[in-house]
């Protein structure tokens, strides 16, 4: 499988032979070389996709599907350690957290099995209606052909989060891993071939962007685009789809506020602060990091953030007790170098800001933290993407309110207080399509997950991520024995 895709079933050279090098981010060697997809090789596998959607694939019941389904798990939970490593390698996170993707990857893929059965059971279910000359029904039906253009930060967990419901309702898909992580989503391709998942239902074809993500997006015979990253590469996948009218979903940034109040426990919330905005180097959409303290209690809680931030052990994910590895890439590290540094010109750094002065190779950034930017400053309002928190106060829970919903992404939130109704008043206050209370980041397989505005608006997990590749027919018939007249 070196240098080759994954399409209609078979490990194939790309079609211009051309490679991209997977570099590992904590020692800048190249790890492997891969297979780049063109133009021409998303038309084979779209092309291979549409086959086995209207062929064996596509003829499957639930049941069947769910069994696929949970092979697949099987083998990823079989190969399970080397997965995790080759996450490490490949996109840099600590093993623990690549242990943990992988175990999640594969329960999502037998939650998704359970869902997948249990659509049997729903198709032509009653539709009471006013009418008794009619008998309706509803039917849930696969949407089609799907393009899944994922992102860098969690490989392979994102890849089970998107295929897995996606099987389950049956569709066939075309996965685009990023250029920078595609080995894990290769894995996965050589897992449904070890199943004997049924040719062309799922095709793995990495590439860049701009050329086979781009190819994917606007293809006619795609009937439905799912993407997550950045909001500008977002709006170029919506574009792309416009011409199509293709069924969207987008996963995109945020600047997720954090509202600490003071009477919340100072070292719980240094914990929960710290896993919102440092786990998997900042690199996560609904990362908390905008950092708003209740003044009363703002110096201390930064002051123990502070000594918290600077304790991190810091080393390539595979060393043991690293919290934090390096950044997935040399582009991602100078954006993230360079936005640190515009922020230091609008807001006071208290803590890291550089690269870890033991290393002189790969692409490691210290745990930083800023002190009360201004509400019109570029590092309070643009998503980093990197190890970097804002810390401002405020004195009220209006002002508090006020400052987190101030922004243009809507992905997610969080809010501490021993107070539970006013936990709860601000929680619903706040704009973001998820809100955690007294936690950050918790994310479950079983709990819809997606942001509002800029962040992008469809939900993934839960049914609602099943449903989102499924269409709802109405089919209604006329039961009386009274002959119809329309006039």
């Given at each position: 499988?070196?240098?080759?895709?994954?399409?209609?079933?078979?490990?194939?050279?790309?079609?211009?032979?051309?490679?991209?090098?997977?570099?590992?981010?904590?020692?800048?060697?190249?790890?492997?070389?891969?297979?780049?997809?063109?133009?021409?090789?998303?038309?084979?596998?779209?092309?291979?996709?549409?086959?086995?959607?209207?062929?064996?694939?596509?003829?499957l019941s639930g049941y069947e599907r769910a069994c696929f389904l949970n092979m697949l798990a099987d083998d990823l939970e079989q190969h399970r350690e080397a997965l995790a490593v080759l996450e490490v390698c490949d996109n840099g996170k600590p093993l623990l957290e690549a242990q943990r993707d992988v175990a999640d990857a594969v329960s999502c893929f037998r939650y998704y099995?359970?869902?997948?059965?249990?659509?049997?059971?729903?198709?032509?279910?009653?539709?009471?209606?006013?009418?008794?000359?009619?008998?309706?029904?509803?039917?849930?039906?696969?949407?089609?052909?799907?393009?899944?253009?994922?992102?860098?930060?969690?490989?392979?967990?994102?890849?089970?989060?998107?295929?897995?419901?996606?099987?389950?309702?049956?569709?066939?898909?075309?996965?685009?891993?990023?250029?920078?992580?595609?080995?894990?989503?290769?894995?996965?391709?050589?897992?449904?071939?070890?199943?004997?998942?049924?040719?062309?239902?799922?095709?793995?074809?990495?590439?860049?962007?701009?050329?086979?993500?781009?190819?994917?997006?606007?293809?006619?015979?795609?009937?439905?685009?799912?993407?997550?990253?950045?909001?500008?590469?977002?709006?170029?996948?919506?574009?792309?789809?416009?011409?199509?009218?293709?069924?969207?979903?987008?996963?995109?940034?945020?600047?997720?506020?954090?509202?600490?109040?003071?009477?919340?426990?100072?070292?719980?919330?240094?914990?929960?602060?710290?896993?919102?905005?440092?786990?998997?180097?900042?690199?996560?959409?609904?990362?908390?990091?905008?950092?708003?303290?209740?003044?009363?209690?703002?110096?201390?809680?930064?002051?123990?953030?502070?000594?918290?931030?600077?304790?991190?052990?810091?080393?390539?994910?595979?060393?043991?007790?690293?919290?934090?590895?390096?950044?997935?890439?040399?582009?991602?590290?100078?954006?993230?170098?360079?936005?640190?540094?515009?922020?230091?010109?609008?807001?006071?750094?208290?803590?890291?800001?550089?690269?870890?002065?033991?290393?002189?190779?790969?692409?490691?950034?210290?745990?930083?933290?800023?002190?009360?930017?201004?509400?019109?400053?570029?590092?309070?309002?643009?998503?980093?993407?990197?190890?970097?928190?804002?810390?401002?106060?405020?004195?009220?829970?209006?002002?508090?309110?006020?400052?987190?919903?101030?922004?243009?992404?809507?992905?997610?939130?969080?809010?501490?207080?021993?107070?539970?109704?006013?936990?709860?008043?601000?929680?619903?206050?706040?704009?973001?399509?998820?809100?955690?209370?007294?936690?950050?980041?918790?994310?479950?397989?079983?709990?819809?997950?997606?942001?509002?505005?800029?962040?992008?608006?469809?939900?993934?997990?839960?049914?609602?991520?099943?449903?989102?590749y499924l269409e709802v027919k109405q089919v209604t018939r006329y039961v009386s024995n009274i002959p119809w007249r329309w006039y």
């Amino acid at each position: 499988m070196v240098d080759k895709l994954f399409i209609d079933g078979f490990w194939v050279p790309p079609i211009h032979g051309r490679t991209i090098f997977s570099i590992n981010p904590a020692t800048e060697d190249i790890i492997q070389s891969v297979g780049s997809a063109s133009e021409d090789d998303i038309d084979l596998a779209v092309c291979a996709a549409r086959r086995a959607f209207t062929g064996e694939w596509g003829s499957l019941s639930g049941y069947e599907r769910a069994c696929f389904l949970n092979m697949l798990a099987d083998d990823l939970e079989q190969h399970r350690e080397a997965l995790a490593v080759l996450e490490v390698c490949d996109n840099g996170k600590p093993l623990l957290e690549a242990q943990r993707d992988v175990a999640d990857a594969v329960s999502c893929f037998r939650y998704y099995a359970v869902l997948a059965r249990e659509l049997d059971e729903l198709q032509d279910e009653p539709n009471p209606l006013s009418n008794a000359s009619f008998d309706c029904r509803v039917r849930h039906e696969a949407i089609g052909v799907v393009g899944l253009i994922l992102p860098w930060n969690n490989p392979l967990l994102t890849a089970a989060r998107k295929v897995a419901p996606a099987l389950a309702a049956g569709a066939a898909c075309v996965l685009k891993p990023s250029e920078l992580t595609p080995l894990t989503a290769l894995q996965l391709g050589a897992a449904a071939e070890r199943v004997g998942l049924p040719r062309g239902a799922l095709n793995i074809v990495p590439g860049f962007g701009n050329e086979a993500g781009h190819a994917l997006g606007q293809h006619p015979g795609i009937d439905k685009v799912v993407f997550s990253g950045s909001v500008p590469t977002g709006a170029k996948v919506m574009s792309a789809a416009v011409s199509g009218i293709k069924n969207v979903s987008l996963e995109l940034g945020g600047k997720s506020a954090f509202i600490v109040f003071d009477d919340a426990d100072i070292e719980a919330a240094v914990e929960w602060v710290m896993c919102g905005i440092f786990w998997n180097q900042g690199q996560i959409y609904g990362a908390t990091s905008r950092l708003l303290v209740q003044r009363k209690i703002a110096p201390r809680l930064l002051e123990r953030l502070v000594e918290a931030a600077r304790s991190i052990k810091i080393g390539s994910g595979l060393e043991p007790g690293v919290k934090m590895g390096p950044l997935v890439g040399a582009e991602q590290y100078r954006k993230v170098m360079s936005l640190i540094a515009h922020g230091a010109e609008e807001a006071t750094l208290v803590s890291g800001g550089g690269r870890p002065s033991c290393f002189s190779y790969g692409y490691f950034v210290e745990p930083t933290i800023f002190d009360e930017p201004d509400s019109d400053s570029f590092i309070w309002n643009e998503d980093v993407f990197g190890p970097v928190l804002c810390v401002k106060r405020f004195n009220t829970e209006a002002q508090a309110i006020s400052y987190a919903n101030d922004r243009r992404y809507g992905f997610a939130a969080a809010v501490m207080s021993a107070d539970p109704e006013r936990a709860a008043r601000v929680a619903n206050a706040l704009r973001a399509g998820i809100v955690w209370v007294n936690c950050s980041q918790p994310s479950f397989i079983e709990a819809p997950r997606g942001g509002a505005r800029h962040s992008g608006g469809r939900r993934a997990l839960g049914g609602n991520g099943l449903a989102d590749y499924l269409e709802v027919k109405q089919v209604t018939r006329y039961v009386s024995n009274i002959p119809w007249r329309w006039y």
